[in-house]
């Protein structure tokens, strides 16, 4: 069952302008509202909490209770919507036409999309397996500091995401897969795979580097270094589903079982329902394990590619092109 594209047409704002340039409009959108939601979600938090602004702070990097929790979640959905949301669409109302096809959400069917989720799964050794790598990344002895510095800040970074992951409750569940894994998916895969990688693919005319860096980035842009190889890949995974399906339903879709799987997993960590750690599930260093999950996401990415060309040919079979 396909998802049906509207199209929206008008006229633009401000045409003509380059890719390089409209990139860089895109990072000044997303530094201004990033700041202007941050600030309102201190304030707003300081009514509707009725705490003060230092308590507030504190929640955001150190918090332990239910209302820091809460706020916490409040404010991280308001800089959502000014990191993820704002930019995208003040972007597509200055410098396009179409909105929805120039953001590639075209239709597509339930088949491939569900095939873009699998993948996820099959992957997960190979993402495991990067993430235990980079834990292990050393710095030389003149860049100690620096090593220490990113060292403190991944753990607290670990440390609040568990916080905010450990819930025992199906609202706190509903709360998490709806702020943690759907928002984010569907905001980060708008900016990053909808807008940051076509202007890069545009502006260096090449969309294996277009892919890469828009990879680059959107690992980059969660300052969790000690993580970056992992979301990476992801990343990398994410922008040629978006290539091969022309459709940006397929990495939301991806992104989102990427997220919510972790959800899931520690809330019945949470309740004792699940042993393993969930930060460990799909774990292996075995060789033949990892190159096994290579070859499966690699033949999944392959079906999705040949299905998706034989519906196109089958399309153009019936309805040729005027």
Known sequence: MPFKTVVMKRQVLFPDVKPGVQFFWLVAFILFFMLVFSALGLVAGTFLYGRDLSSL???????????DRSFILFFQFLNQLGFLFF????????FTSRDVSYLKMNRISLGLVLLAGVSVYSILPVINWLGDLNQQMTFPSWLAGM???MRAR???????????????SPQGLLANLVIIALIPAVGEELLFRGLVQRLLNAWTRSIPVGVLLTAILFSAIHFQFFGFL??????LMLGILLEITQSLWAPVFAHFVNNATLVILYYLHSRGTLSIDPEQFGSSSHVYILFLSLAVTAYIFYRIKTLREKKILSHSSHFPEI
Request: hydrophobic share 55%; glycine share 4%; aromatic share 12%.
């Open 57 to 67: 702070a504190e929640a955001v990097v150190r918090p332990a209770t239910a209302s």
């Open 87 to 94: 930019p995208v669409l003040l972007f597509v109302l200055l």
């Open 147 to 149: 090593g220490d510095w």
């Open 154 to 168: 991944e753990t607290q970074a670990d440390r609040i995401t568990a916080f905010l992951l450990q819930v025992k």
């Open 230 to 235: 992992p979301r990476f890949f992801l990343g």
